[in-house]
C-alpha cells in the first residue's frame, strides 16, 4: 500500500513538474512575442534617460568577472548607477539572464575589439551572473581571447581582444597597421553572435600609439589623416564580414561608437570633464552632435551585402558624462573619461542588445 502510494506521489509529481516546465515555458514564449510587439517599429536609441531605484542590475561586491579598472568602488556618488534608458516610443524588457541562457543555450557569442567590448563584455557576464549565481562557470583570461563558460547551459561569452580590428605586423621598420589585412579573423569563425566594436585606438598618438607605420596596400605611411585610416580598415573589417560571415546562422552587430568627456565645452562648459559629473544630459541631444566616426561606421555599414545591426550608443552614451571612472578606476591613474563604471551605462548597452535579439 505504501510502495502504490509511493508510485502514484512519484507520477502526481512528475505530472505536476512537466506541468510547471510547459507554463513557464509558455509564460516566457508570451513575455517574448510580447516585447517584441512592443518593440516593433521603436527606434530604440531614441529616447532620455530617467532615474530608475530598482538599479543596478548587480553590484561589484558580487561580480568576480569584473576589473579594476572599470570598478568604481571608491566613488562616494551612487546617483549614477540609478538611471535608466527609456526610449521614447516603447519599453526596453527587463534584462533576464537566465532567460538568456536558456534562449542560447549551447551557443557561442564573442565580443571583438578594444577596452571598449572589454566593459561591454564583463558587464553582461555580470548581468548574467547575478540572474544564476550559483550556476558553475568556467572563466579564462588570456591575451587576445578571454572566455566565461556557464557550464549548465552551454552558454559561453568571448572577447577577443583587436584594438583596430585589422592587423598590426612586426616588420623590419617596426610595428605596421595592416589596414587591408585580418588574419586574426579566423579566431572569430563559428560564432552564433558577433559583436564588433574599434575606434577608440584610431585617435591615440605618441607614446600610446600602438604601431610605427601603417601599410595601405603596398604603400607605406608614417601616418595618415585617422578618419581615412578608419574608414579604410572598417572596410576591410565588412569586406570579411560579408566574405566569411553566414548571417543566416550569425547575428552580426556593431557596438558603435562609445564618446569620451574629457571636454566640457562639447555639453556647454569648457571648464569641467567627467570628473565630479553627477548625472546625464537632460533631453536627447548632445549639443555638439555625433562624432565623425559615426558617420563613417553607417557609410560602411550601409554599403556591405550581409545585415549588420548598428548598436548605436553614440548618443545616449555622450548623455553620460557622468559614467566614467574619472579619478576612481582603479586601473587607470589620472582621469579616465573614455571607459565606463561598472555596474553602469554598459549594462544599458547590454539591456539594448537584449532588446535587439529579441526584435
Not at 589620472?334 to 532588446?355: E, F, K, R
Request: glycine share 6%.
Amino acid at each position: 500500500m505504501g510502495f502504490n502510494s509511493q508510485i502514484s506521489f512519484d507520477f502526481f509529481f512528475f505530472f505536476f513538474f512537466i506541468a510547471s516546465l510547459d507554463f513557464i515555458q509558455e509564460t516566457n514564449a508570451s513575455e517574448y512575442n510580447e516585447s517584441r510587439l512592443l518593440m516593433k517599429g521603436c527606434n530604440l536609441f531614441q529616447g532620455k534617460w530617467v532615474f530608475d531605484p530598482s538599479y543596478p542590475f548587480y553590484l561589484p561586491s558580487k561580480c568576480p568577472f569584473v576589473d579594476p579598472e572599470f570598478d568604481c568602488h571608491g566613488r562616494p556618488d551612487k546617483q549614477y548607477l540609478k538611471y535608466a534608458w527609456k526610449p521614447d516610443a516603447c519599453s526596453l524588457p527587463r534584462f533576464n539572464g537566465a532567460s538568456f541562457l536558456g534562449k542560447w543555450r549551447g551557443k557561442k557569442i564573442m565580443f571583438v575589439g578594444d577596452s571598449l567590448s572589454l566593459n561591454m563584455w564583463e558587464s553582461l557576464v555580470c548581468m548574467i551572473h547575478a540572474s544564476v549565481p550559483n550556476s558553475k562557470t568556467t572563466y579564462v583570461r588570456r591575451d587576445p581571447l578571454s572566455f566565461v563558460n556557464f557550464e549548465q547551459y552551454g552558454v559561453t561569452l568571448y572577447v577577443y581582444r583587436t584594438p583596430y580590428l585589422v592587423d598590426i605586423v612586426r616588420e623590419k621598420v617596426g610595428a605596421v597597421l595592416h589596414l587591408n589585412s585580418i588574419n586574426g579573423g579566423k579566431a572569430w569563425k563559428g560564432m552564433d553572435v558577433l559583436i564588433f566594436n574599434s575606434w577608440h585606438w584610431w585617435t591615440h598618438k605618441g607614446k600610446s600609439q600602438a604601431w610605427d607605420y601603417i601599410r595601405d596596400g603596398s604603400a607605406l605611411h608614417k601616418d595618415m589623416n585617422r578618419l581615412l585610416a578608419y574608414y579604410k580598415g572598417l572596410s576591410t573589417w565588412a569586406k570579411w564580414v560579408d566574405t566569411n560571415v553566414d548571417t543566416t546562422k550569425t547575428k552580426v552587430f556593431f557596438q558603435g561608437i562609445s564618446p569620451t568627456h574629457y571636454e566640457g565645452r562639447e555639453w556647454n562648459q569648457p571648464k569641467r570633464s567627467c570628473n565630479g559629473e553627477l548625472q546625464p544630459l537632460s533631453g536627447s541631444k548632445y549639443p555638439v552632435g555625433a562624432p565623425p566616426a559615426a558617420a563613417i561606421v553607417n557609410t560602411i555599414l550601409g554599403k556591405m551585402r550581409k545585415p549588420v545591426y548598428l548598436l548605436d550608443i553614440t548618443t545616449l552614451s555622450q548623455l553620460r558624462k557622468d559614467a566614467h571612472p574619472s579619478t576612481y578606476s582603479g586601473d587607470h591613474s589620472g582621469n579616465d573619461c573614455s571607459h565606463w563604471c561598472l555596474p553602469g551605462l554598459p549594462d544599458s548597452w547590454n539591456q539594448l542588445l537584449y532588446a535587439a535579439l529579441l526584435v
